[in-house]
């Protein structure tokens, strides 16, 4: 019978306790909000953005448009809206609300969302297969 010193146990036991501690209480870091997120370019040339206009105040102004299924088959997606100051750099965390949705082809659903902020000029429709790892990562710009 082979014998396993108590130093070799105790090395083992650690190494166990360490590693089952990072597996079980490893905490996702939160999506860093300067970082710009990519869309899916076969998601996104399904869609298309109509009638669009901004309504409401200077304070509080709103973005509405009709987004329609340009395709020949029904598209599951997850959107959002990335958001651009005049200077045309991306204004941070705009793009962090993922909306999911389902577009028969051919159908529009009407979208409206809030400007995150007076600074938001432009914008840019971004969109994604659902589970994509985009609706938790970001990609630097």
Do not use: Y
Not at 29 to 37: R, S, Y
Not at 133 to 140: E, I, K, V
């Amino acid at each position: 019978m082979k014998t396993v010193s108590l130093p070799t146990v105790l090395l083992l036991a650690a190494l166990v306790a360490c590693r089952s501690a990072t597996k079980h209480d490893a905490v996702p870091e939160p999506p860093d909000p300067m970082l710009a997120l990519p869309g899916d370019p076969d998601v996104e040339s399904s869609l298309e953005a109509l009638e669009v206009r901004s309504t409401g105040t200077a304070e509080a102004r709103t973005l509405e448009f009709a987004l329609r299924n340009k395709s020949s088959s029904t598209v599951h997606f997850a959107w959002a809206v990335e958001w651009f100051d005049r200077a045309g750099a991306r204004i941070a965390g705009s793009a962090r609300v993922w909306t999911p949705a389902t577009l028969d082809a051919g159908a529009t659903r009407t979208i409206q969302i809030p400007l995150p902020s007076p600074d938001a000029v432009s914008w840019r429709l971004r969109a994604v297969r659902p589970g994509s790892n985009t609706l938790t990562q970001g990609d630097s710009r």
